[in-house]
């Protein structure tokens, strides 16, 4: 049977020249970069490279450039800790309402410990307009917080706009690059960014690895309490092999972007208008051009996600029904509720999300394949039932 | 995450489809939820002759419907009142956690089948209650963290 | 040349037995656990399993085990995370003066938060006496949080004894087992704690993964707010090659720990005689019985640490003065201070910590070249001149 | 972390000792702080015909002594006093931001001894300040996080 990963959103394997890259770091050279002696020297030399690289990547400097335990703490991080170092100017944030959770939620513990938050709405392909952000500032804004592009639908976000409308405006301006990073080109001075966040496994990297970009000259607390490793603001013992496979991953990502890119863009429309022609009562979700390389989010009337993943399953593809990262919950996807779609249009999404990898021969498998299971599913549905009755 | 019998009822759905001039029709459940079962009753002489289901919603949901449907059928009303939530869990060798829901779902299209069809008869069947509900159920797996 | 590791404290080289477990959750084996199709279902199940695994050799049960990304996330969520949870009933917490930074700059933080911190002091040895902790308990102590065995030291605390208070006064009990897991037996629920702390990385599993032990029916704030995964309480993407790692190194460490130990245990207490006889003016900090098996401390008068280390290193013989997890800081060790050590004194630390491929031809090679090394320090000692000229 | 002329001088100190009946010897820092520097100078004639040091410190610390009296070595007073923790650091190819306070430790032993120098010999060097004590000096590397 085939088996064709299509949930490159979700994680991604790491590459092979990434891991031969990590292993002598788990056996030979394994010392504790914080040590004057040799071995840990050159472990310490080992993480200034890999910061170096991921900065030079980024558009930004050396120092700006610290490593977390992936794209999770690093939100946490950059909204806790410029929430409590500012709070004296100010207890009011601005984000969307299509973030990832771990901004959402963050957001949300903050407005239990007094901090006021706007939620910006999106459109209906998902995007925030940016007059919405300059409106939503007040005199209390201490920081907007806008993904670069979304995890389920793929919408990028006009974040060189918003950053100079944060800029212009003397706001600290945090992007959640989780999605884009590796995927689309990315200078964190053009961004006009303050913070950015992502995460090593997005891009062929390992998991349990990120980095949080923190422009020079702002303050933030620290959310991990410790040693004086990276620069006395995030503590811990550095996850050495992680750190080398995070840079090593993005410079093999960003290296083949374009290439990677063109194909993926080919495939990416070859499979939307496949599954348009081939399928009635289906709806695009996210924006048509301003999208992610790799992303195609559709919603299929009258049946739900989880049975369509577990027959695609069966038949070896591997997608995901929103974020896999909240299918722990059993609400339907913010994110689609956010750009209008009714709960139970909400629960019937297929998000397919593309790596250099997949083929052609494997878009022409899913486009055989989907209209069946979606039809096996409607059968089976008691609203398609009832729509076949009502338009009898 | 899913047993095999659950994957087994969800890949070869028994009893799904519908009855046409059905004894009783029972709909539970909430599209916005994301899930709505409804379960046709064929019966006779108190006797559930066959039962059908049609369901919106995951595996889980799928698989409680039909084993739900196996359970009652060729029953007496008084045996089908007592497949409960429990037992058609049991007969799936259990559930995850997050889709228990879908077992008590279950349950209750059956219930709600029943009292349609006892409705339409203007009999009472003991022990059998009113269809509650769904708008307002929440699926909380959050546990003792607070 | 030699090379010789005494660093084990510090970090350890992940097993190789442990990176070949590892591997194929990189490349292969690389779903997102919180996915439903197979390839994820199945690290779903690597994750379970480690996590039983993990527990059964703890004494612990399986929804008692999280996965943090090392040592010091699990410090500051136990810290943290039941604080926040507890501020109804109060704000007091205990701790001991010689905690890992991963703990004492958490109490700090929570102390600038209106927290009330007690640092229990210390003996000669390093030790906290029980009855200083029950003393210290108040109404509104909420959390005692002291160490398992501490990481310069090695002096090993009454764990059992202070956790049989707390729980005679209803009080939560952490404890920071980053050094003792793996290197001594330990049991949950024979050690009365509530919450427990470690790191891959200090028993030959892999950096940037750890866990924190939360018994049944804690109460506990996220620390990382975000996806469900780690039933709500940590979200991330799992780090599968780590948590699969840190269970299969723990598997290893605590099925060889009989036979490792004894083995360090001789060497151990060889390197402490041949120090003593060889070397005038010195001291052996920490307990003499109660320290961990391959914990070596050592004050030379007259001499400051990092030069020893970097002349120890010259020689191919890696050790560490204080706390490597510390060396960002110049200021002497708080360890060797609260044991009552003067300043200059403290500075002249040398930690030597074993590993079970360390052998005795290594200790005798350090014992024949520290000496020397010790002497041509002094030598350029202004101190040391002092002393001399005193006492002629 | 360190050059390798750092490593250079500290593992092969240049001038390391003493000198008896020394025209000048000066001592700063202080053992808490784990850095103690001890100059000696011989002064002949205006010129350091000798110089040495002793210290108790870390790596930087050596090689900043070793290297400072290297540079002050057959100078003039006034030359010597021209040598400042900068053109210490710049000799060895600099040092890690932590270590910088060596430099100045070095810089200031000097000074001290050059001030004891002319103490005994009740003359006063232009630009020459006395010793400070160290006490209260810390080693702060945090930057701009707050
Ligand atoms: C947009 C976005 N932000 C944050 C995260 C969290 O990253 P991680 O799971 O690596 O912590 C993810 C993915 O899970 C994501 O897609
Ligand atoms: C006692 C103790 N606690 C906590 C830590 C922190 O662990 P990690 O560096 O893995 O986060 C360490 C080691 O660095 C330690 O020795």
Chains 1, 3 share one sequence.
Not at chain 2, 20 to 27: H, L, T, Y
């Amino acid at each position: 049977m085939h088996k064709i990963y299509f949930d490159h959103a979700a994680t991604t394997s790491t590459r092979k020249e990434v891991v031969d890259i990590m292993l002598p770091y788990f056996t030979e050279s394994f010392g504790n970069p914080s040590s004057v002696y040799e071995i840990a020297r050159k472990n310490k030399q080992a993480v200034d490279e890999a910061r170096q690289k991921t900065a030079d990547l980024l558009g930004a400097d050396f120092n700006e450039i610290y490593f977390t335990s992936g794209g999770t703490e690093s939100d946490n991080w950059a909204i806790k800790g410029v929430a409590e170092s500012y709070k004296s100017k100010g207890n009011h944030i601005i984000t969307s309402a299509i973030e990832h959770h771990a901004v959402l939620h963050t957001c949300q513990y903050l407005e239990s410990k007094g901090y006021e938050v706007t939620y910006l709405p999106v459109d209906e392909y998902g995007q925030v307009n940016p007059e919405d952000v300059r409106k939503a500032i007040k005199d209390t804004t201490i920081l907007i917080s806008i993904m670069y592009a979304n995890n389920e639908i793929g919408t990028i976000q006009p974040i060189e706009e918003i950053g100079r409308i944060a800029k212009e405006r003397g706001v600290l301006f945090h992007t959640d690059a989780v999605q884009a990073m590796g995927h689309i080109p990315i200078d964190v001075k053009k961004a006009n960014v303050d913070l950015l966040s992502f995460s090593g496994h997005k891009f062929h990297g390992p998991k349990g690895i990120g980095a949080l970009y923190i422009r020079k000259g702002v303050r933030i607390k620290p959310l991990l309490h410790g040693g004086a490793q990276e620069r006395n603001r995030r503590a811990g013992t550095e996850n050495v092999p992680g750190i080398v496979g995070l840079a090593a991953a993005l410079e093999l990502a960003i290296r083949d972007m374009e290439e990677n890119n063109k194909k993926m863009l080919e495939l990416r429309d070859y499979i939307i208008r496949g599954i348009t022609e081939r399928i009635e009562h289906v709806k695009l979700n996210g924006h048509p051009t301003k999208r992610l390389p790799n992303n195609i989010n559709f919603t299929f009337d009258f049946i739900e996600g989880e049975s369509l993943l577990l027959l695609l399953d069966s038949k070896g593809i591997y997608c995901s029904s929103g974020s896999a990262c909240t299918s722990g919950s059993l609400d339907p996807s913010h994110v689609l509720l956010a750009i209008g779609l009714p709960h139970e249009r909400a629960h019937g999404s297929l998000r397919i999300t593309l790596g250099d990898e997949n083929t052609k021969e494997e878009a022409d498998y899913l486009l055989e394949v989907l209209p069946s299971v979606v039809q096996r599913l409607r059968d089976m549905s008691p609203l398609y039932e009832e729509f076949k009755r009502k338009n009898k | 995450m899913y047993s095999e019998k659950v994957m087994d009822h969800f890949m070869n759905p028994r009893n799904m489809g519908e009855i046409e001039n059905a004894s009783g029709v029972g709909v539970v459940g909430n599209p916005k939820c994301g899930d709505i079962m409804k379960i046709y009753l064929d019966i006779e002489d108190g006797i559930i002759k066959d039962v059908k289901f049609k369901t919106f919603g995951c595996g889980a949901a799928v698989a409680t419907s039909s084993m739900a449907t196996e359970l009652v059928k060729g029953k007496t009303i008084e045996e089908a009142l007592k497949v409960t939530n429990k037992a058609v869990m049991e007969a799936l060798d259990g559930l995850p956690p997050v889709k228990v829901h879908c077992s008590v779902l279950a349950e209750e299209a059956i219930h709600a089948a029943l009292w349609d069809y006892a409705q339409k008869n203007g009999i009472e069947i003991e022990g059998l209650k009113p269809p509650v509900d769904h708008d307002d159920h929440h699926h909380d797996i959050h546990e003792d963290d607070e």
